[in-house]
């Protein structure tokens, strides 16, 4: 039996635990702020103190259960304990499960935006329901002048006209991650897909990335595991990330 500490996002907390609660091995999880994904130094930073207070012993791999989030993983090193992550973009491959299911959905539909109980549950007042461009929380409070000053029919129409909803974004997804009752989030994902005149759809989530994280399951082809005295970087290959050797060239690299 292992013991991973795994560092968490909270938009994945409930997927997280419950799979921790089931794995055959121990796993402490420490769970971060959500909010911290949009300032990726912040978040990077944040991270790597959490691995530099892990002490030598104190656990047999840190699990990073983040993607690439921006660039906010990228730069992160393993001191004395290796650490593992998966090879992904951020968390809706996560939510996902699989790469080539976020790739599919990409090519699809590129204008997605996305929600879920785990990460609206958490959100804090101001903040954007859902996981997309952070210009939607000033549309929304452009969208909440004009209602206060013209009306909701006259705000509605002023905003299609100005073509605010649609100029980055034309479809909602709500993922059912299979956890807790989130039929009101659904609904409120589904209100404000329709106040925009974006197409709604509901998507099962898939734990399968997020299950061979926690039970140790690691193919080098979905995670990269980053030997201690190595960094995190973003790789040109379709691996995504690599890890490379402190104070060594780009080649002295695992891909």
Known sequence: MKHTIALTCEALARSIYALAADSPHTVSIR???QGLHNTPSKLRHTLQDAVDAVQPGDCDAILLVYGMCGTSTLGITARHTPLVI??????????????????AE?????????????????NKPGSNMGL?????????????????????DNADYLMEVMGEWSQHYN???YIDMGSGNGRQYEE???EQAQRRG???????????????LI?????????LVVPPGYTIQQSGSDGLVKAVKNGATNEASHE
Request: include cysteine; glycine fraction near 8%; charged fraction near 30%.
């Open 31 to 33: 769970l971060f702020h």
């Open 86 to 103: 998966p090879r992904a973009h951020d968390c809706i491959t996560l939510y996902l499960g699989s790469r080539q299911r976020y790739q």
């Open 106 to 122: 990409f090519d699809t539909h590129p204008g997605t935006y996305w929600y879920s109980l785990d990460y609206m549950e958490r």
């Open 132 to 152: 997309g461009a952070s210009s939607l929380d000033k549309i929304d409070g452009v969208y909440e002048q004009y209602v206060e000053k013209y009306g909701q």
């Open 171 to 173: 479809r909602a997804v």
């Open 188 to 190: 409120m994902a589904q």
């Open 198 to 212: 974006w197409l709604f759809e509901r998507k099962q989530g898939d734990r399968r990335l997020l299950k061979m």
């Open 215 to 223: 039970n140790g399951e690691w193919p080098e082809d979905e995670f």
